[in-house]
């Protein structure tokens, strides 16, 4: 922020760029997220759950007789996944 403000002060140009995260994590699609796992070699197993946190985004548990069904958002985990993607997609733009 300093350095725009500097700019501005000596009548240069700045430029900043900002983008909506939110919407970003919530359009991007779970075949991007598939994908970006797999490219890090991520095991089955633990693909398999993320997909599955993702797509169903019901949690279920049982305590005794009692069966617990919550629908979830995408959560803290997403964006650590929507930095895959971006990584990936800045991977292709340098090559």
Do not use: H
Request: proline share 1%; net charge positive; hydrophobic share 45%.
């Amino acid at each position: 922020m300093r350095r725009v403000e500097r700019a501005l002060d000596a009548e240069q140009y700045a430029l900043g760029v900002f983008f909506d995260i939110q919407s970003a994590f919530d359009n991007t699609s779970i075949v991007s997220v598939k994908e970006a796992l797999r490219e890090r070699k991520v095991i089955d197993t633990v693909r398999n759950w993320i997909s599955a946190v993702i797509e169903q985004r019901t949690v279920c548990t049982r305590v005794g007789e009692i069966l617990i069904r919550v629908a979830t958002q995408r959560g803290l985990l997403f964006p650590t996944l929507w930095t895959l993607i971006a990584d990936s997609l800045l991977r292709w733009l340098t090559k």
